[in-house]
């Protein structure tokens, strides 16, 4: 998976790209790109999304 403080766009395959936590597609766009982070148990995680709708419907 690409790093994800790492810009997205022309080096990101599918394969390597991080996938949505709601629909699970690949987002190798970063335009509507959204992230979610938060700590839990002294680690850092991170939730993708590939829109606001997605970011909007994730239920932790």
Same mark, same amino acid.
């Given at each position: 998976?690409?790093?994800? !403080?790492?810009?997205?766009?022309?080096?990101? !395959?599918?394969?390597?790209?991080?996938?949505?936590?709601?629909?699970?597609?690949?987002?190798?766009?970063?335009?509507?790109?959204?992230?979610? !982070?938060?700590?839990?148990?002294?680690?850092?995680?991170?939730?993708?999304?590939?829109?606001?709708?997605?970011?909007?419907?994730?239920?932790?």
């Amino acid at each position: 998976m690409v790093d994800p !403080t790492s810009d997205l766009g022309e080096d990101v !395959t599918e394969d390597d790209a991080p996938r949505c936590e709601v629909c699970g597609e690949p987002i190798v766009s970063e335009s509507t790109h959204r992230v979610v !982070t938060w700590t839990e148990d002294d680690q850092v995680e991170t939730a993708h999304f590939c829109d606001d709708d997605c970011r909007s419907d994730w239920d932790p």
